[in-house]
């Protein structure tokens, strides 16, 4: 109900930000900045956890993810050129780049601001990068997803100190790596598309009106999905509910739905004793 109209909107040749001019390569609008914006709705709408866990709890399946995130993103980064062509290889190219860049800018914030480089800000570096690039990856050069890259990286690490500040319970950074850095990286298209690496930039207009044109996709897509989303999470919380009870949430849902959980720590002693 959010991403279909969306994505008529900006990739059907009869959607008014097609005819527009508005550019997304692979998805920086309709995915990244629609999930972002809809993460902010729908957080604001469930409340905060009862607990908030300080660290992941499992640090090597979450570099394991993002590794696997990394090699998945050439696929449709890369396909959403729907061919085997230069434009695929120029997304390819562009996405590797863009998220080793933002993986560097990342560490460099953080090892600035408290002197260590952590696994999971690489991790959530990476993931910024490739955010960034999406919307871009075959339409800017190399060079260009590089700038995009470090810039992206620095902003997103900085971005996501929001849900402290502003006080929401975002857990995987949903809002300020992709809800920003999708906002971002639509912005920096129309900064960095080149006529040069995909005909179907168009600068007759002026470098200006494309990026005037990336602001109003950005505008009317947040706008739609921010509303959209509140009003499904609203019709859902108050026929069949969208939060489990207090006490559900405090032995734990995988106990209560399931009678299972997924990781069983025994105390020390028990083990001493065993």
Avoid at 20 to 44: E, K
Wanted: glycine share 14%.
């Amino acid at each position: 109900m959010i991403y279909a109209p969306l994505a008529c909107w900006v990739w059907n040749a009869d959607g008014w930000l097609f005819k527009l001019g508005a550019l997304d390569f692979a998805g920086g609008t309709v995915v990244h900045l629609a999930s972002g914006v809809s993460a902010i709705a729908l957080v604001l709408l469930i409340g905060h956890r009862k607990e908030k866990s300080p660290a992941p709890n499992n640090l090597t399946l979450t570099l394991l993810g993002a590794g696997m995130l990394w090699f998945g993103w050439f696929g449709f980064n890369a396909g959403s050129a729907l061919m085997m062509d230069g434009i695929a290889l120029n997304a390819f190219l562009t996405t590797h780049v863009a998220a080793a860049a933002a993986m560097i800018s990342w560490m460099a914030i953080e090892s600035l601001r408290s002197k260590r480089v952590s696994a999971v800000g690489c991790a959530s570096g990476l993931v910024a990068g490739l955010v960034v690039i999406t919307p871009a990856a075959g339409l800017v050069s190399v060079g260009s997803s590089l700038l995009m890259g470090l810039f992206g990286g620095a902003v997103c690490c900085l971005g996501i100190e929001l849900k402290h500040k502003l006080g929401y319970d975002d857990a995987l950074d949903v809002v300020g790596i992709h809800g920003l850095g999708g906002l971002l990286g639509a912005i920096l298209t129309g900064v960095f598309a080149s006529p040069a690496v995909n005909p179907l930039v168009n600068l007759e207009a002026g470098r200006l009106a494309l990026i005037g044109n990336q602001v109003i996709s950005v505008v009317a897509v947040g706008a739609f999905a921010f509303i959209g989303s509140w009003l499904i999470g609203f019709a859902v919380h108050k026929t069949i509910g969208l939060r489990s009870e207090d006490e559900v949430e405090e032995a734990g849902l995988d106990l209560h739905y399931h009678g299972e959980e997924g990781y069983v720590i025994q105390p020390a002693a028990v083990l001493v004793k065993n």
